[in-house]
């Protein structure tokens, strides 16, 4: 299993980020329970969908700046399709 070695503050930025979108899920499961207004959980919702899309964005610019350049500096081939298989995945 392939592994990123990701440094201690960036590490923190990162689980930061993610507390972050779990206390808006937290959040969204209140108003739920207290039969919230649709469209205030809606916009909740969509700015959850904006904190993932951030976070995973930040993500995958770190994994082509460190594990793809480094795959490609040891001549792994393989990073090429596994970054064009992200981008589908994210794409979709």
């Given at each position: 299993?392939?592994?990123?070695y990701?440094?201690?503050?960036?590490?923190k930025k990162?689980?930061?980020?993610?507390n972050?979108?779990?206390?808006?899920?937290?959040?969204?499961?209140?108003?739920?329970?207290?039969?919230?207004?649709?469209n205030?959980v809606?916009?909740?919702?969509?700015?959850?969908?904006?904190s993932v899309?951030?976070l995973?964005?930040?993500?995958?610019?770190?994994h082509?700046?460190?594990?793809?350049?480094?795959?490609?500096?040891?001549?792994?081939?393989?990073?090429?399709e596994?970054i064009i298989?992200?981008?589908?995945?994210?794409?979709?």
């Amino acid at each position: 299993m392939k592994k990123t070695y990701r440094t201690e503050e960036e590490k923190k930025k990162d689980l930061s980020r993610l507390n972050r979108i779990i206390g808006q899920l937290e959040g969204i499961k209140r108003m739920i329970n207290n039969d919230a207004y649709c469209n205030d959980v809606l916009i909740q919702l969509s700015a959850v969908s904006n904190s993932v899309k951030s976070l995973s964005n930040h993500i995958l610019e770190n994994h082509l700046y460190t594990c793809i350049t480094d795959g490609l500096q040891k001549g792994d081939e393989e990073v090429i399709e596994e970054i064009i298989s992200l981008f589908k995945k994210f794409n979709k």
